[in-house]
């Protein structure tokens, strides 16, 4: 069965401070990967994605995250933090092909400190 | 702009009264979606409608109905709410089902 792992469930950065949010995934193939973001009482916005091609991608507001097969992960990263950053992340993935459904992890909760 | 729509924000229910949730988009997708967030969980899928095939996951409680009248509009309706019926329901789109899902605001629903 597939799964998303978030093994963070909570982190504290400084404002201005680089972040690293950690995902892995457990699926026999290469799946299609994303990363949301939900601001508190919000729906979620995606920030990036990953179907193939370049195993780093781009999104916005700043934010990347890198794919790595050998490890089964697509963390998501950002050099330098801002206050507007604080909110939930979650990692998602589906299988491809005629698959509808997303796979969520649990979420890790971004807390920015001044 | 082409988005996903919610109506309404909040929404205020008694305990067994009938409510329904809308959503609308402009993006002309094939397939929509309900889920249901409870507070510090990941969004759970309820069912989905690609075009107007209804497809309803294996889990979710026969007091959950949808309709999609057509391709731009579609319903969440709870027929009798409990108490633990009280969430927040996320609607996206997406314009096939392998493909990247968008999401609305979400209606943060209460149960009196």
């Known amino acids: 069965a597939q799964s998303v792992t978030q093994p963070d469930i909570h982190i504290t950065v400084s404002e201005g401070a680089s972040l690293e949010l950690r995902c892995n995934y457990s699926?026999?193939?290469?799946?299609?990967l994303f990363w949301y973001v939900q601001s508190p009482g919000q729906g979620l916005q995606l920030l990036l994605k990953?179907?193939?091609?370049?195993?780093l991608v781009q999104g916005i507001k700043g934010f990347e995250a890198e794919f790595k097969r050998s490890q089964s992960s697509f963390n998501l990263r950002k050099p330098s933090v801002h206050w507007s950053d604080a909110a939930e992340y979650f990692c998602?993935?589906?299988?491809?092909?005629?698959?509808?459904?997303?796979?969520f992890g649990k979420g890790t909760l971004l807390t920015v400190n001044p | 702009d082409a988005m996903v729509i919610q109506n309404p924000r909040y929404q205020v229910t008694q305990f067994g009264k009938p409510v329904t949730l809308s959503c609308s988009q402009t993006?002309?997708?094939?397939?929509m979606y309900w889920y249901q967030q409870k507070s510090s969980q990941a969004p759970k899928l309820l069912f989905h409608?690609?075009?107007?095939?209804?497809?309803n996951e294996a889990d979710t409680p026969d007091n959950f109905q949808s309709r999609r009248p057509n391709t731009s509009f579609c319903f969440l309706d709870i027929r009798s709410p409990g108490l633990g019926d009280a969430a927040m329901y996320l609607c996206?789109?997406?314009?096939?089902?392998?493909?990247?899902?968008?999401f609305g605001p979400g209606t943060r629903l209460l149960v009196l």
């Open positions: 996206a789109t997406s314009r096939d089902p392998e493909e990247t899902q968008y």
């Open positions: 990953y179907f193939s091609g370049d195993t």
């Open positions: 998602a993935m589906n299988s491809g092909g005629s698959n509808y459904k997303l796979t």
């Open positions: 409608y690609y075009d107007k095939d209804f497809n």
């Open positions: 699926y026999g193939a290469t799946p299609y």
């Open positions: 993006l002309n997708h094939n397939v």
